[in-house]
């Protein structure tokens, strides 16, 4: 299905170096350590909790991520953190409400689909910390015509954004994908996205450029299926539901004869992989978020590479600044030159790449970083 490109979706939040090798009170955390972890003093009654979107903890992607992230932090310093999984999302604003009731003094919300629950306990509990990954939760205020307003700043001062700049990252994957299909003479790869929003589109845009850089580099005539950078149109499942939809949407753009496909959006892949079966072709995915072939050893055989984002690092960092008293609610931006975004090995397939590909990419890396090639899309944060 084809969706319109849209900053945010209104009716949801206004309603409420490169690897190879909502109400309620809450109190302040004083600024007495009581305890010392690993990882440093902990204020006293510091309480870190985290609340996933409808994928739930064991998606293999960003919910995971944050997971593991938090696990991470709360066991260097020596705390039990409060963790709700949200099975659909009528779950995300009685969650919160419970986070707050619990007494969480750092809330942890995965997704842009908790923005608007976000933002209202942030409101109401100014002096609680709140970070969200992959959205500004802004846009749930509205204009004098009621329209959201998405202006890139949170609409509470307590909440620290933690987004990332997968488009560079993703001009890599681009960049391999085109290499490995034009060596094995389809010269077609594509893509599909969960729910069109910039964090899903950030990855397709970065992709379909790094196709392009490609072809220009070689003289190569690459395409790309599923979307298009300038129109902002492409091939959507419209959730983030590994369902008969999915799969289909998956087969549609396989059906055009690519033999690289990306899809973007948490558990999709998992239609994706059953898609590629399906056809019996030799067809090969290419990961996002976590590095697939590790965190879903049921698709190594056909996951080429993964775009990942530091989820884990981003939500690790905040929670022990927090437990601290040095909660920062600037937003965080992953990139290539912090490490925030980055290319996974190659793994199995390392030694069936085109000679000198690495060693391309890892040039492309460098350039990036040292701002030499911008990668421009409109849906980076």
Do not use: R
Not at 12 to 33: H, K, M, Q, R, V
Not at 128 to 146: C, N
């Amino acid at each position: 299905m084809t969706i319109s490109t849209t900053k945010k979706l209104a009716g949801i939040t206004a309603a409420a170096g490169l690897i190879f090798a909502l109400a309620g009170c809450g109190s302040a955390p004083e600024a007495t350590p009581t305890s010392t972890g690993d990882a440093g003093t902990v204020v006293d009654g510091f309480l870190p909790c985290l609340i996933s979107d409808a994928g739930g903890w064991n998606d293999k992607s960003f919910n995971e991520s944050a997971k593991n992230g938090m696990d991470k932090a709360a066991a260097e310093l020596d705390v039990a953190p409060l963790e709700f999984e949200s099975t659909n999302d009528n779950d995300y604003a009685p969650n919160m409400e419970t986070a707050v009731a619990e007494g969480c003094t750092l809330i942890v919300a995965v997704g842009f689909k908790l923005a608007a629950a976000t933002a209202e306990a942030a409101n109401a509990n100014p002096d609680i910390d709140f970070a969200i990954i992959d959205d500004y939760a802004d846009g749930t205020t509205v204009d004098a015509d009621g329209n959201p307003v998405y202006d890139g700043a949170p609409d509470a001062p307590n909440i620290k954004p933690l987004v990332f700049n997968t488009a560079e990252a993703a001009y890599l994957g681009g960049y391999a994908a085109a290499a490995w299909s034009a060596e094995a003479g389809v010269n077609k790869v594509g893509t599909f996205g969960g729910m069109q929003i910039p964090s899903v589109a950030v990855f397709m845009d970065g992709y379909q450029l790094g196709v392009e850089k490609y072809n220009e580099d070689k003289g190569a005539a690459v395409e790309v299926f599923g979307w298009d950078i300038a129109s902002q149109e492409g091939a959507f499942t419209g959730a983030f539901d590994a369902n008969d939809t999915a799969k289909q949407t998956a087969q549609s753009v396989l059906d055009q004869g690519v033999d690289v496909i990306l899809p973007v959006g948490g558990p999709i892949y998992k239609s994706a992989a059953a898609a590629i079966a399906d056809s019996g072709k030799s067809t090969l995915m290419l990961g996002v978020d976590s590095d697939l072939a590790v965190a879903d050893t049921s698709v190594t055989d056909v996951t080429l590479v993964s775009i990942m984002k530091a989820i884990d690092v981003a939500v690790y960092d905040a929670t022990i600044a927090a437990a601290a008293g040095e909660f920062d609610p600037a937003p965080y931006i992953g990139t290539l030159e912090n490490e925030g975004v980055k290319l996974s090995s190659f793994h199995d397939f390392e030694s069936q790449l085109p000679d000198g590909l690495l060693d391309e990419i890892a040039a492309l890396q460098a350039s990036i970083i040292a701002g030499d090639i911008t990668v421009e899309s409109d849906n980076s944060p």
